[in-house]
Each structure stands twice: as C-alpha cells, then as structure tokens.
C-alpha cells in the first residue's frame, strides 16, 4: 500500500543526526546575524540616550513567540532560549550589574538568572536592604528581590524598600518554589535545628512540624545562607534549593517539603527609571488616608479606583511607622500609570488620601 503523501521518508538515526547538526548550523548562522542587528540597536540606543536593558521590549517579544509556539519545542523552554540570547545581547552593547539577595544559590539567584541570563555579572548582597542600596548607590544597574508568595503574602523588607524610595519595579517574574531539606545528617531523627530564611521555613510550617516536631528553628537572612550554616552544623539541616545543594556539596535529605504544591514567589526586578506602558501591565501603588477614623474612609478610597475604570488584584496594609496605629495601604491594579484609567484614579486618591506613591509600572508576567 502506498503510504500518504504527507507522511515524511523513514530515516535512519545517523540521517536524523545529520539534519540535527545542518539545523544547528543554521541556528548559529542567525545568532551571528542577530548580533550584526545588535550593534546597530546599541548604536542608535547610545545616540539617543536610551538604557541597554529595555524590559519591555522585551516582555513584549517573549509574548509574541509564546503566541506563535515552536512546534513540539516545550513553551516553557521557548522563554528559556530567548531569554539567554536576549541576555548575551544586552553584554554585546555594555556592561551590567544584576544585584540579588545571596549567597549563590537562593531562589533570588534562581529569579535573577531566569530575568538577565548568564551574561551580566552578578552582585551578591546579604540582605533584601543590600539590594536596594546597591541599585540606589549605583553599584548595580538592577536589583531582584522577592515581592509576594502565594502561600505566605508579601515580603515586608521588599515592600518597605520600595516605600523608602530610589527605586521602582521594572518587571516581574514568577516561580514556582521547591524547597529541599539539606544536610548531613544520617537520617531525620539526627536534626535537632533547621536553619532558613523565615519566608521559607513558613512556606514549610506544616511539613516541619510533621517530620521534625522537635527541631529548633533558626532563621538566617537567605535560605543559601542556611546551606553555608548547616554545612559546618552535623546535627542541623537547611531549607533550601536543589541548586544550594549542589553548589554547596550538602546531600538532600528531603524533597518538595513546601506545604503547598502550587507554591510560588513572584519576584521583581528593581531599577531607578520607570518602564514603558506596553498594553499589558501591572502598577503597584500605595497610599495613606488623611483621616482614617471616619466611617467608611477606606471603602470611599478605594471607590476612587473603581470609579476610574481600575481593576484592583491586590491590597494589604502596612503600619505607617510614623505613629502608632496608623497604616500604609499597597494595592496593585490592572494598567500603566500613564493609561487613561490609572491616571485618573491617581488624581482621585490623590484627593483623598495624605499621600499616594506608584512604587512601579511593569509589563506582567508572560506566563507560558
């Protein structure tokens, strides 16, 4: 029978090799002549005075080859790629520094690495604070840090960074968490501490309380930095990364011990200059009401984002740290601060609040 005509010509594995490595070839061929194009955008950014990074060219053209897909090629490893050759093309045009909270090894790294790629050079700070003051002070172009998880809320040292000011968000990043149980005891029963960052160890609370009811928790100021603490402690373990374990030769006792399988932490990157609306973003906001002791000040407030036109995803409140028992309120809403609708809004709380502050407008996530 004659086979269909759509249907291709058998082939051996030593042929399918070969087409492999022609492709290849090929791939190479247009990262080269991507790169001639990149000298020409580097030119013409240094004409007009335009920075290297441009984040929302380049969410916008993730966005557009996730639509268009590769095939049988794994979406996800669709943003993988590109965001490496996006990254070896911002080192073809200048120099940038990426600070993160470290050591190596946090899921900060992780983000970091997953928002810039390989090619910029990494600055590692021992606090949240160290990131914000690198990229304030100028000793890094940008900053990552962890913003909100989905089962323990939002990161307090990264949202009062923002609130003090100097810098603003300039995109986002979501991940999903897995945490590991790491170091060198024999078996559970040996772990009498367990060292971590304490977003982590609440993103665990439940696993631990099963496994290792006894255990002492310590916290320290990243989970990276929980590994370096367990290494010399036999009678302790970490929470952490796979990565932790493998950059700091601490064997996993544990695996996916997060409370919750859909955990996730939306990380973000922080820079001086604020982003360009691309169609699809997101501003975090936050604002004080002048008079918070009258009825209903909060629901009339928050009715000036509604009456704009302005879809609300998210708020929480803040104590104001200026006197007791007043409180700062985050929100982050649907849109630019330059579109129509937030601008608006902005005026309106304006003329209600005591103050009001956009901490940043970004392109949302393209999620795969």
Known sequence: MKKPASEPPALNLPDVRRRIDSVDEQLLGLLAERAELVAFVAEAKRENGLATVDPERENAVLRRLLERGAGRFPREAILAVFREIMSASVSLQASVRVAYLGPAGTFSHLAARTLFGYAPSYLEEATIDGVFDAVTRGRASYGVVPLENSSEGSVA????????????????????????????????????????????????????????????????????????????????????????????????????????????????????????????????????????????????????????????????????????????????????????????????????????????????????
Request: net charge neutral; with cysteine; charged share 20%.
């Open 157 to 368: 040292s990264a949202i009062e960074g923002l609130l003090n000011g100097g810098c603003v968000i300039r995109r986002e990043v979501v991940l999903p968490i897995v945490h590991c149980l790491i170091g060198r005891a024999a078996g559970l029963s040996e772990v009498e501490r367990v060292y971590s960052h304490p977003q982590a160890l609440g993103q665990c609370r439940g696993w631990l309380a099963r496994a290792l009811p006894d255990a002492q928790l310590v916290h320290t100021a990243s989970t990276a930095a929980a590994v370096q603490q367990a290494r010399n402690d036999p009678s302790a373990a970490a929470v952490g990364s796979s990565l932790a374990s493998e950059l700091y030769g601490l064997p996993v006792l544990a695996t996916g011990i997060q409370d919750h399988g859909h955990n996730q932490t939306r990380f973000v990157m922080i820079g001086k200059e604020s982003a360009r609306p691309t169609g699809d973003d997101r501003t975090t906001l936050a604002f004080s009401i002048q008079d918070d002791s009258r009825r209903g000040s909060l629901r009339r407030t928050l009715g000036c984002l509604e009456e704009s036109g302005v879809n609300m995803t998210r708020i929480e409140s803040r104590p104001s740290r200026v006197e007791p028992w007043r409180y700062v309120f985050v929100v982050d809403v649907e849109g630019h601060a330059e579109d129509a609708t937030v601008i608006r809004a902005l005026e309106k709380l304006a003329s209600e609040c005591e103050w009001v502050k956009v901490l940043g407008s970004y392109p949302r996530y393209p999620a795969p």
